[in-house]
């Protein structure tokens, strides 16, 4: 039989290593807790695009009091990144030939930024928009610059622009495109941007045009993507990538250097719904990791 003062020794060690366990599980949780946060932190901050890259906004927001701020910050905060900015008063850019005193305001201020350029939105309906009304709209765009120096655009994106090639539409988008490049109210380098949100058939190949937009779409869609968009011939500074829908949590300086692989011209938001009508929480983290 063992003495009751051993007995009390062994409890007593067995509590005291039951301590130690406890003592290292509980550093473990707090260590992990540190760790893990810190390494998904460090994982966003790490440079965005591998490769020179530039901003795609839609900025399809009434220029209200304060409504472009987190835009106007954006751009004085991170001057060396470069913002297309395409600008879109009426789903175009309206009957009237000014876009009304807010807009001639705001864009003012911000095309006085060096690091700006604006391009006016026409849409093009997939090559199906009566194209007399589509020079119109070009055309318009191209009088702003008589109305405010600040106004001037440098260039058009087309929107709904075909992605499958007939000879009707190939000539459709050649006679916009050739309205834009002979605009001499618009600005050089009268940036034309077809927007056909997919990666157009290989045939259809339209003189002129400076950049497409070979994929809008959401992030669950983009990782499907990927590869396709990587096998494209051209070269980065002819593509634009648009991605929504970014999950919360997702590494975005992650998805701008996959991104950046493809395309020169980015946007993303982790909005899942008006996606070009308001800044999402995402807008500064996005334009601070371009700037690497
Ligand atoms: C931004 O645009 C300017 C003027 O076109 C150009 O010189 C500069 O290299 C661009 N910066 C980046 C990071 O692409």
């Not at 051993?6 to 949780?29: D, G, H, N, P, Y």
């Not at 490049?181 to 290989?202: M, V």
């Not at 494209?232 to 990538?241: A, C, I, K, M």
């Amino acid at each position: 039989m063992e003495a009751p003062q051993e007995v009390l020794r062994r409890a007593q060690r067995r509590r005291k290593r039951c301590c130690i366990s406890t003592a290292v599980a509980a550093a473990t949780v707090v260590l992990l807790a540190i760790v893990i946060p810190c390494a998904l932190l460090l994982s966003d901050i790490q440079p965005g695009p591998t490769q020179p890259a530039a901003i795609l906004l839609p900025l399809y927001i009434y220029p209200s009091r304060n409504a472009w701020e987190p835009l106007f910050n954006a751009v004085s905060t991170n001057q060396e990144v470069n913002f297309t900015v395409i600008v879109n008063p009426d789903s175009g850019p309206g009957q009237s030939a000014g876009p009304g005193n807010d807009y001639v305001s705001a864009i003012s201020r911000l095309t006085a930024a060096p690091n700006v350029q604006t391009v006016g939105y026409v849409r093009t309906g997939y090559g199906t928009r009566d194209i007399d009304t589509v020079l119109r709209d070009v055309d318009i765009y191209s009088r702003w610059s008589q109305l405010a120096n600040g106004l001037a655009v440098s260039g058009i994106f087309f929107d709904e622009a075909p992605h499958d090639y007939s000879q009707q539409k190939q000539q459709y988008m050649a006679t916009a495109n050739q309205a834009v490049k002979e605009s001499t109210g618009i600005r050089e380098p009268r940036l034309i941007i077809h927007n056909p949100g997919t990666i157009p058939d290989a045939t259809l190949d339209v003189d002129s045009t400076d950049v497409t937009v070979v994929f809008e779409n959401s992030f669950q869609e983009f990782e499907r993507k990927k590869e396709a968009l990587r096998a494209l011939s051209g070269d980065r500074p002819d593509y634009s990538v648009m991605v929504h829908s970014v999950p919360t949590g997702e590494s975005i300086g992650k998805l701008l250097r996959d991104m950046s692989r493809e395309a020169k011209y980015m946007f993303l938001t982790t909005a899942d719904e008006g996606y070009y009508d308001h800044f999402s929480s995402s807008w500064a983290t996005f334009v601070d990791l371009m700037r690497s």
